[in-house]
C-alpha cells in the first residue's frame, strides 16, 4: 500500500507505508507544534493515508518543511544503519527516496519565501 506526502498541490511524494509512517513519526519528534498535530488530526491525514503539508497552519509548516528539507534523508540513514536489516544498497535506495521529498520541501519553502519577501525592505 503506498502513501503520500503533499509538500504542496505539485509536489506529492509517494512512499511505502513503512516510510511513510517513519517520516511522520520524525516529523512529530522534530515539530511539536500541537496546532500542527491537532489539525492534522482534525483533518485525517493518517486515514486518508495523504499528509498534506501544504495544508498545515503556520508557522507549523515551515518547520515541517525545514525538517523535510534539511533532516530527514540523514536521519533515516542513521536510524536505518542502526535498527534496521536492510543492506547497505537498500538504505542507499531509500535514503535516494527520502532526497527527493528533501528537494521538494526545499522547492517549496523557496517559493514560500519569495512570497514573504514582498513585503520585506530591500538593498
Aim: proline share 5%; charged share 30%; glycine share 8%.
Amino acid at each position: 500500500m503506498s502513501r503520500d506526502i503533499s509538500v504542496s498541490a505539485e509536489y506529492i511524494w509517494p512512499s511505502s507505508t513503512g516510510l511513510h509512517d517513519w517520516v511522520v513519526e520524525r516529523l512529530r519528534e522534530r515539530v511539536p507544534d500541537p496546532a500542527v498535530w491537532a489539525y492534522a488530526d482534525r483533518a485525517g491525514f493518517e486515514v486518508l493515508h495523504d499528509f498534506r503539508v501544504h495544508d498545515l497552519p503556520e508557522p507549523g509548516r515551515h518547520a515541517v518543511l525545514a525538517v523535510l528539507a534539511e533532516e530527514i534523508p540523514q536521519a533515516y540513514g542513521a536510524w536505518a544503519r542502526e535498527r534496521s536489516s536492510l543492506s547497505e544498497g537498500q538504505i542507499m535506495g531509500l535514503v535516494h527516496d527520502l532526497e527527493i521529498l528533501a528537494m521538494m520541501a526545499v522547492e517549496v519553502r523557496r517559493e514560500l519565501d519569495e512570497g514573504d519577501g514582498d513585503e520585506g525592505g530591500g538593498a
